[in-house]
């Protein structure tokens, strides 16, 4: 088998895992009278519960699609560890929201005037070699901005614009009105690489974060979008509200989606715009700490080493989203450590890169106990008890 076709290969076993994954037992496995469940069978009453009462399972870089073995292995000759964390490939939005995927993470890049990303290095450096597969550039010439890991390195996403990954996400919960509240989190990719001869991303600037809220709001409507102001109500501050209880109830929040931006201080100050509460924005931040104004949702990837915080955080009201495995090494291990830290601290969204086990690597998987698709809190919610 050729290593263009060991790449064709490796799509269809994915897709065929789909199918296997939907077979696997959900909460009827499991006696409803001991459910924990929050959405799908078996779910238990829920009029009592906060939206950050719940936890639920969400997927890393959910665009992402798998580099081709010839533009691999061009990395591979630059980096060898960099070959290997690269090395996953994920579901469409749509199929993997139907696994009960419940938080979808974009990378985005700005790109007003359209085509910037449109003649990425490494497929140009490998075509016509074996390996090799075709890019389909065709949506990267509109203005906007667009979806991938690193430019010129890894471009293969499985919905390349900012609008059209939204527009899948907000068809898919149109039609399933009573899921719990997805989270869509990002990242505003800026700058180059280390990796020689790639094209420098733009900066984020005001205007660039202007422009992301009209694109936002150009595909959802404000009651669609779960938003800083609804959360902060009457209260001052947006953090003040947080710590009294002020997130939608779950019921309330069914349907609904909230976006969060996960980047650094100086990042999130330029997108907050001297609004310290995040007045009038649709956006909640990687809160800089727990005492700033617009402290609400946080981005805290190690369960290990920042258990203790998660932990405090989560009880004390906020949103977390943690990761399970990183860079492709508990899935190569088989180490479960880092997944179980995760579910222990409470965070409410958990990310993984293998919903779907990688068999070629180990049986890792991650997915809550009973398969359900969302749970009550273990650290926060009573019921669960």
């Not at 597969?133 to 919905?159: M, W």
């Not at 495995?325 to 450590?337: C, K």
């Not at 222990?344 to 398969?371: C, K, M, W």
Request: charged content about 20%; proline content about 5%; some cysteine.
């Amino acid at each position: 088998m050729t290593c263009s076709e060991s790449f064709i290969a490796r799509l269809i076993l994915v897709s065929s895992a789909t199918v296997a994954a939907s077979l696997l037992p959900m909460a009827t496995a499991q006696s409803c009278e001991d459910s924990t469940a929050v959405e799908g069978q078996c779910s238990i009453e829920t009029s009592h519960m906060k939206m950050n009462d719940l936890q639920a399972i969400g997927s890393h870089n959910s665009y992402k699609l798998a580099i081709p073995p010839a533009e691999l292995e061009l990395i591979r000759g630059y980096n060898e560890r960099s070959a290997l964390t690269l090395d996953y490939t994920h579901l469409p939005l749509t199929q993997q929201l139907e696994l009960g995927m419940r938080q979808i993470e974009l990378d985005i890049f700005y790109d007003p005037e359209g085509g910037r990303f449109a003649r990425p290095l490494l497929p140009q450096q490998t075509r016509g070699k074996e390996g090799a597969v075709e890019f389909d550039a065709s949506e990267l010439y509109t203005p906007g901005f667009k979806v991938l890991h690193s430019q010129d390195i890894d471009v293969r996403s499985n919905c390349m614009t900012w609008i059209t990954c939204l527009q899948e996400i907000k068809a898919w919960s149109e039609a399933n009105p009573q899921h719990i509240p997805v989270l869509i989190m990002f990242n505003a990719k800026e700058g180059g690489s280390a990796y020689p001869g790639v094209t420098p991303a733009l900066n984020f600037t005001v205007a660039a974060y202007e422009d992301l809220d009209s694109e936002i709001l150009s595909v959802f409507d404000r009651e669609q979008l779960i938003t800083p102001d609804e959360v902060r109500g009457n209260y001052a501050t947006l953090r003040e509200a947080v710590l009294n209880g002020g997130w939608p109830t779950l019921d309330a929040a069914r349907g609904r989606i909230f976006i969060a931006m996960d980047e650094r201080p100086e990042k999130v100050q330029v997108y907050m715009r001297g609004n310290k509460s995040l007045e009038g924005l649709p956006i909640f931040v990687n809160s800089v700490n727990e005492d700033s104004d617009h402290a609400a949702y946080f981005t805290i990837n190690d369960p290990v080493g920042s258990f203790e915080r998660i932990q405090n955080a989560v009880k004390a009201g906020f949103i977390v989203r943690t990761r399970a495995d990183a860079n492709t090494f508990e899935a190569r291990d088989n180490d479960p450590s880092r997944r179980e830290a995760a579910f222990a601290t409470g965070a409410q969204y958990i990310s993984t890169d293998y919903y779907i086990p990688r068999r070629e690597f180990s049986d890792y998987q991650v997915h809550l106990p009973g398969n359900v698709i969302a749970r009550c809190n273990p650290v926060r919610s009573s019921s669960c008890n």
